[in-house]
């Protein structure tokens, strides 16, 4: 149990991270730290923290303190925060990718303060509004070079993700973030690349909005999310999007073969492969 | 209310259609017409049917016919159920596309028996055991070359619609075809497409059973679909998938732009672009 938690952020993922340290027992009073009046203000009428505090006097007042902001915005904010904790505190972020913290990271004196996480649970939707409760059960969160940090600490993070409900993945960042780009962020870029595919034929919105069913709303909906938070997990971790990304466009390009020679075998062959998910995914 | 209903095909959507019928009372007796004993037998056991004949026989005793099984099958299958038919009764199809079956019956000396339909509404699984109750409501259905219909059988498949809680949208069976390849012909080749490329480039299969998330579930859960039912829907409507496949493949080359060139700007006025999508899927 903490007596002060920061978090820096207010948004979905660090709001509704609020919400369960305070349900589970873990935190008694949780400080929020913000860019904006207009977050800070909703985030405290929202009950998500209990005091809104500059980041350099939240820090100072607070036993755990978790980042949740755009991966371009936590290195430089990280790097404040580590200036500034004493190693009777705890850091931890959420941030989607993982390398290029933990590298930014590497040499810093405080490093053993510092777990890096990345609960794989959101929705497309951002800001205080988008907290929820109960978050994060049945997802995974992944941890990335426990080894570098403080023992106790890391087993403290475990504790609470455990108790949120989460099972614990141990990876390097690098590792981490092929995964990631794998399962998560094609996952992204396509819904946005699809809605912008059905924005520009279907010129008639009204057609969209009527004859939309389940199968197009699921494959689009995280087109809603924030660019924001993407642009910067994108560009961080390109290397490894444009790796599954130019696979994506060349298993479209077999289905567009298989149309254009209308190559009927071979297109039952592609959609035969790709049921195989069936046997990951329930 | 019919005395006798035949439904052709024992799937999921004939399957989920007579368990409607019977539970709205339109239907009192429902005769499953099936190409395999194994899938009349479960139809059976579910409840789905009451009795299995074959296609002559269910016709003959029939009042209505709904057919509902691979579109490609639907064209010779329809032919043989409209050679039978007489001017009392009523038949329809839930198929997914409308063209090739609209062009097939076009000069049948009992093309006003038949009311082209496509009812919006289906799941990844498929087969009797997929059906179930409560299914159609709250999505479109679409009703194709209405005038070529008599007028009282439109007004009868019109209230059963309705009163499945779908709401009816009338088209020609061309226009539907364009509309169906944007909103869900493509989502489906995206979702076959997107396994292909996790299943290839994800050689550990451990990790993506660990890590994946509701955002990868739900683009990647289409490709859990039938190839029987659907490679026949490509093939029929190859044009406009074709269509709209090239631009979908075309709008993923400007993110793979974005980020090779490292253009965040670019990036972020696609993202906020595809937002745009919020406006017609709440």
């Given at each position: 149990?903490?007596?002060?938690?920061?978090?820096v952020?207010?948004?979905?993922?660090?709001?509704?991270?609020?919400?369960?340290?305070?349900e589970?027992g873990?935190?008694?009073?949780?400080?929020?730290?913000?860019?904006?009046?207009v977050?800070?203000?909703k985030?405290l009428?929202l009950?998500?923290?209990?005091e809104a505090?500059?980041?350099?006097?939240?820090?100072?007042?607070?036993?755990?303190?978790?980042v949740a902001?755009?991966?371009?915005?936590?290195i430089?904010?990280?790097?404040?925060?580590m200036?500034?904790?004493?190693?009777?505190?705890?850091?931890?972020?959420?941030?989607?990718?993982?390398?290029?913290?933990c590298?930014?990271?590497k040499?810093?004196?405080?490093?053993q303060c510092?777990?890096?996480?990345?609960?794989?649970?959101?929705?497309?939707?951002?800001?205080?509004?988008?907290?929820?409760?109960?978050a994060?059960?049945?997802?995974a969160?992944?941890?990335?070079?426990?080894?570098?940090?403080?023992?106790?600490?890391?087993e403290?993070i475990?504790?609470?993700?455990?108790e949120?409900?989460?099972?614990?993945v141990y990876?390097?960042?690098?590792?981490?973030?092929?995964?990631?780009a794998?399962?998560?962020?094609i996952?992204?870029?396509?819904?946005?690349?699809?809605?912008?595919?059905?924005?520009?034929?279907?010129?008639?919105?009204?057609?969209?909005?009527?004859l939309?069913?389940?199968?197009?709303?699921?494959?689009?909906?995280?087109?809603?999310s924030?660019?924001?938070?993407?642009?910067?997990?994108?560009?961080?971790?390109?290397?490894?999007?444009?790796?599954?990304?130019?696979?994506?466009?060349?298993?479209?390009?077999?289905?567009?073969?298989?149309?254009?020679?209308e190559?009927?075998e071979?297109?039952?062959?592609?959609m035969e492969n790709?049921?195989?998910?069936?046997?990951?995914?329930?």
């Amino acid at each position: 149990m903490f007596n002060n938690v920061t978090i820096v952020g207010v948004g979905l993922i660090s709001g509704s991270f609020s919400l369960a340290l305070k349900e589970k027992g873990f935190a008694k009073h949780v400080i929020g730290v913000s860019r904006t009046k207009v977050s800070e203000q909703k985030a405290l009428e929202l009950g998500l923290i209990d005091e809104a505090l500059s980041l350099e006097e939240a820090v100072k007042k607070s036993d755990f303190i978790y980042v949740a902001i755009p991966v371009d915005a936590t290195i430089p904010v990280m790097k404040q925060i580590m200036d500034l904790v004493t190693d009777k505190q705890i850091v931890a972020d959420a941030g989607s990718t993982k390398y290029a913290l933990c590298d930014a990271l590497k040499d810093h004196p405080m490093r053993q303060c510092f777990v890096a996480t990345h609960p794989m649970w959101g929705t497309e939707y951002s800001g205080p509004e988008a907290a929820v409760h109960n978050a994060f059960s049945g997802r995974a969160c992944v941890i990335c070079e426990k080894e570098k940090s403080d023992k106790e600490a890391v087993e403290i993070i475990e504790k609470i993700y455990k108790e949120l409900g989460m099972h614990l993945v141990y990876m390097d960042a690098d590792a981490h973030d092929m995964h990631a780009a794998y399962v998560s962020h094609i996952s992204h870029i396509t819904s946005f690349a699809l809605a912008n595919t059905v924005l520009e034929k279907e010129k008639e919105e009204d057609a969209i909005f009527e004859l939309a069913g389940g199968g197009f709303e699921s494959t689009v909906r995280l087109a809603k999310s924030n660019p924001s938070m993407w642009a910067p997990i994108f560009m961080q971790n390109r290397e490894n999007v444009l790796d599954v990304l130019n696979e994506h466009i060349a298993q479209l390009r077999k289905f567009k073969a298989c149309l254009e020679k209308e190559n009927v075998e071979y297109l039952y062959e592609l959609m035969e492969n790709a049921n195989k998910i069936k046997r990951i995914i329930k």
